[in-house]
């Protein structure tokens, strides 16, 4: 099926918003926000917990979507910590090079 005929896709098409769902053992819970802005809702959402002293990501990665909010999250000396892990692992920049550290 092509990604532009995808019911997921002509449901955002349709109804602008982000989603957000969890499952693990027990609580599973899902949330959908309609907006004409999505983009704003999503990084509001994710600026609130980390403000909250929480994370955007859970247990997942960060990701290219979440990349602008990791200093914030993280913080300048965190980056650079992180960076300089990166560049001691992997000198010639050869694993996912220019994404999320670079």
Known sequence: MPRSASPSRRFQQRWPGVSYAHATDEPCWTLRVF?????LVYLVHNRKAISLDGTCTGEHGIGLGKRALMEEE?????????RSIKRALDPQNLMNPDKVLA
């Open 35 to 39: 907006s004409q802005h999505p983009t």
């Open 74 to 82: 993280i913080g300048p000396a965190g980056i650079a910590v992180m």
